[in-house]
């Protein structure tokens, strides 16, 4: 197995524990707090997706997909804790965004030569990944590390055990 391929599974991995977690979750589930203070879903999968795009645009300038009118204010960290409802999207959005930068993603990554991913990664992410290739991997380690705040909102709504 090579490099480009650890990665896509990691990303691959990522991506298949999240819609696990989503599938059988409705639209208004994505907006429960499972406590006072925490992030609800629909938070979560957008600050994902402004992250995956961050990333992705610290490796290359233009290379992440536009995101709809009002994303990012609707997913900054000041929204986080708004009790307002409005402004987030429903499940199939989400997802459908999320494929788009994911797709960008993978698109970036075939882009690059074994030299490329081991070259400095973007300044602003050195401190957690110093290398374009370890951008890659937290991008895929950052949604599995979300996917865990996800099970306790499902668990927080009765659902089953699917992973």
């Given at each position: 197995?090579?490099?480009h391929?650890v990665?896509i599974?990691?990303?691959?991995?990522?991506?298949y524990?999240t819609?696990?977690?989503?599938?059988d979750?409705s639209?208004e589930?994505?907006?429960?707090?499972?406590v006072?203070?925490?992030?609800?879903?629909?938070?979560?999968?957008g600050?994902?997706?402004?992250?995956?795009?961050s990333?992705?645009?610290?490796?290359k300038a233009?290379?992440?997909?536009?995101l709809?009118e009002?994303?990012?204010?609707n997913?900054?960290?000041?929204a986080?804790h708004?009790?307002?409802?409005d402004g987030?999207?429903s499940?199939d959005?989400?997802?459908?965004?999320?494929g788009?930068v994911r797709e960008?993603t993978?698109l970036q990554?075939?882009?690059?030569?074994?030299q490329?991913?081991d070259?400095?990664?973007?300044?602003?992410?050195r401190?957690?990944?110093?290398?374009v290739?370890?951008?890659?991997l937290?991008i895929?380690s950052?949604e599995?590390?979300h996917?865990?705040?996800l099970?306790?909102?499902?668990r927080?709504?009765?659902?089953?055990?699917?992973i």
């Open positions: 197995m090579k490099v391929d990665l599974s990691m990303l691959n991995t990522a991506r524990i819609t696990t977690y989503l599938a979750l639209d589930e994505l907006l429960v707090r499972p006072p203070g925490a992030h609800h879903i629909a938070w979560q999968l600050h994902l997706i402004l992250s995956e795009c990333m992705l645009e610290g490796i233009g290379s992440a997909p536009q709809p009002g994303f990012e204010v997913h900054s960290k000041e986080a708004s009790d307002r409802l987030y999207l499940k959005a989400y997802l459908g965004i999320m788009r960008a993978r990554l075939e882009e690059c030569s074994e490329r991913l070259e400095l990664g973007p300044e602003a992410l401190s957690y990944a110093p290398t290739g370890s951008v890659f937290m895929g950052h599995v590390m996917s865990g705040q099970a306790v909102v499902r927080a709504l009765g659902k089953k055990v699917v």
